[in-house]
């Protein structure tokens, strides 16, 4: 029986890339429905996914990543899940090379190990932490511990039962699949995505997300080992 692929694209303010996006993912046959969640957008990122041919789900407020997830699963109907951000323009075609092991029962979940970006757009230390938080947990060196394109199965998400506040959604998702005895895998692509800079807009950003981060470490402190 074939298994039923969903895609959820949470997305904030990307109405220039998210058509893109959309169109890009169309492109995939093993994708059944796509489905964008626009978290609060200050532009038109609901009207061009629609025009994309996408189904959009509309927050209302913005709710952060995780909070957007968890609204669009509520009564989601499907057997893996893909998740995307919206800025990937024509690289989310290479979320078919996320899919294919999930579908083949070779993986649990699926993420996509990047290429170096071009930019520079920090020092590194948001991502050296998730990858040392997730070590520790799980005694896993994960090379790309905050990339948000992942395919993992409905089995996956129904033992996480939800997804981490904001930033902290893959970090969260990833220890906690490990630690349940899922079978994780990175996949090489050629995935890129709009990167942010050495900017006061950038820092920001990742301030944001190492905060997000850090809380969904410590979240799970009492697991920690040697406590």
């Given at each position: ?43 038109d ?7 994309a ?44 090379k ?30 050296k ?15 790309e ?8 199965t ?11 506040p ?18 994780v ?38 697991a920690?080992?040697?406590?």
């Open positions: 029986m074939r298994k039923k692929t969903v895609v959820l694209v949470p997305a904030f303010n990307e109405s220039k890339r998210i058509g893109k996006t959309v169109a890009a993912l169309k492109r995939i046959p093993l994708i059944d429905e796509i489905i964008v969640i626009d978290d609060g957008s200050r532009d990122t609901g009207l061009e996914a629609q025009k041919g996408a189904s959009v789900i509309r927050t209302g407020r913005n709710l952060g990543k995780g909070g957007a997830l968890n609204l669009a699963l509520r009564g989601l109907d499907y057997d893996v899940l893909l998740l995307v951000d919206g800025d990937l323009a024509d690289a989310a075609i290479e979320a078919k996320l899919l294919q092991p999930v579908l083949r029962g070779e993986a649990d979940m699926t993420i996509a190990d990047f290429p170096e970006p071009c930019l520079k757009g920090g020092f590194g230390l948001v991502k932490f998730a990858r040392l938080g997730i070590k520790r947990y799980t005694g896993r060196v994960v090379s511990p905050l990339c948000g394109q992942r395919a993992l409905r089995e996956i998400v129904e033992r996480v039962r939800e997804f981490d904001g930033f902290g959604v893959e970090v969260g998702l990833t220890i906690d699949a490990i630690r349940s005895g899922f079978k895998v990175e996949i090489p692509t050629t995935m890129s995505h709009a990167e942010t800079g050495r900017d006061i807009g950038g820092f920001v950003h990742r301030g944001r997300q190492f905060y997000h981060v850090l809380r969904s470490v410590l979240s799970r402190l009492p920690w080992p040697g406590r």
